[in-house]
């Protein structure tokens, strides 16, 4: 049974315009919730993270927001940017290991 | 160094050979995972280690051998491996509890099985 799920396994977006990635979960238990990005051969890397006593958290360009009534939280990037294409990968942690999801791969057109 | 390192970046090994995969973080994280990412699919976790002691073994067969000497080393050893055992393997570690940075990872070993 996945905890987190990303029904998206792909998304293309136009330079300069906003990238939405959408994560879902089921567990009320997790606390807090990280995205990753992850380039091919490569390890992902951490990009932002919120804890579930927010609903938003911003760094730069990345913005998280977390609904937790609806068990859902968002990645958004604005401006998107061609170097943002890669895998995109949220993750969920409460008391034990991270659960992640299966990714959404990000194509940013020039 | 910083971060976690992991050697080798390509492996291949026939199915007769016995390698290791070696990772190190300097960190001072407590706890170190093994994921295996094979082509078009999700993230798996193999094996986690918490204080060296391992906590978790996600059903992964005999042929792969984890080994934790210290909280900042993290081996795999591998033997008889199959064809579909070739993927990217990742080694993460983080605090005991990940939030707000999460896992660190690894750059990855990519392995071939001849």
């Known amino acids: 049974d996945q905890q987190v799920k990303q029904n998206s396994p792909s998304l293309s977006v136009q330079e300069g315009r906003i990238s939405i990635l959408n994560c879902d979960y089921t567990?009320?238990?997790?606390?807090?919730f990280l995205w990753y990005k992850k380039y091919p051969a490569e390890g992902p890397t951490f990009l932002i993270s919120?804890?579930?006593?927010?609903d938003k958290n911003e760094d730069g360009r990345f913005t998280v927001f977390l609904n937790k009534s609806a068990k859902h939280l968002s990645l958004h990037i604005v401006p998107s940017q061609p170097g943002d294409s890669a895998v995109y990968f949220c993750?969920?942690?409460?008391?034990?290991?991270?659960?992640f999801g299966k990714g959404t791969k990000l194509t940013v057109n020039p | 160094e910083t971060g976690v390192t992991q050697t080798p970046r390509h492996l291949v090994m026939g199915m007769t050979n016995k390698k290791s995969l070696k990772c190190e973080q300097h960190?001072?994280?407590?706890?170190m995972y093994w994921y295996k990412q094979s082509a078009k699919k999700p993230l798996e976790l193999m094996f986690v280690?918490?204080?060296?002691?391992?906590?978790e073994n996600n059903s992964v067969p005999s042929r792969f051998s984890p080994e934790c000497p210290n909280s900042s080393h993290l081996f795999l050893h591998l033997h008889t491996l199959q064809p579909e055992d070739s993927a990217l393997y990742l080694c993460?570690?983080?605090?005991?509890?990940?939030?707000?940075?999460?896992?660190?990872f690894g750059s990855g070993t990519r392995l071939t099985v001849v």
């Open positions: 993460a570690s983080s605090q005991a509890r990940a939030y707000p940075h999460g896992y660190t």
């Open positions: 567990n009320s238990m997790f606390d807090y």
């Open positions: 919120i804890s579930s006593i927010k």
């Open positions: 993750a969920a942690g409460g008391s034990e290991k991270l659960v």
């Open positions: 960190l001072g994280h407590n706890a």
């Open positions: 280690y918490n204080f060296k002691e391992q906590t």
